[in-house]
Nanobody
Framework: VQLQASGGGLVQAGGSLRLSCAAS????????MGWFRQAPKKEREFIAT????????NYAESVNGRFTISRDNAKNTVHLQMNSLKPEDTAVYYC????????????????WGQGTLVTVSS
């Protein structure tokens, strides 16, 4: 499966952005989807994951209550709604596809999008 992330940009602190990830292929619903991010000079960080059906989600503590992951299997897309953004949310955001429900590790994901840059100004 090929993944294409979009929706990044520059936003002021307290603002919102909605990231999207479009997947190619007919097997999108067979994959667990996740979002990760990587800030400059930092390791890639788990943000959120959603099960194949979309019935269950899991979030990093740093974004819980502010970010929402969702998916539309009919449209082969996964979204990340980001509210109350903070300067520390600045990073390149990546969507990823895997097979392990609830996986918070990058090792659990086999396919990665190219990333989309989110910059939050103070």
């Amino acid at each position: 499966v090929q993944l294409q992330a979009s929706g990044g940009g520059l936003v002021q602190a307290g603002g919102s952005l909605r990231l999207s990830c479009a997947a190619s292929g007919r097997t999108f619903s067979s994959y667990v989807m996740g979002w990760f991010r990587q800030a400059p000079k930092k390791e890639r960080e788990f943000i959120a994951t959603i099960t194949k059906s979309g019935g269950s989600t899991n979030y990093a503590e740093s974004v819980n209550g502010r970010f929402t992951i969702s998916r539309d299997n009919a449209k082969n897309t996964v979204h990340l709604q980001m509210n109350s953004l903070k300067p520390e949310d600045t990073a390149v955001y990546y969507c990823a596809a895997g097979t392990l429900d609830g996986s918070r590790s990058a090792r659990g994901y086999y396919y990665w999008g190219q990333g989309t840059l989110v910059t939050v100004s103070s």
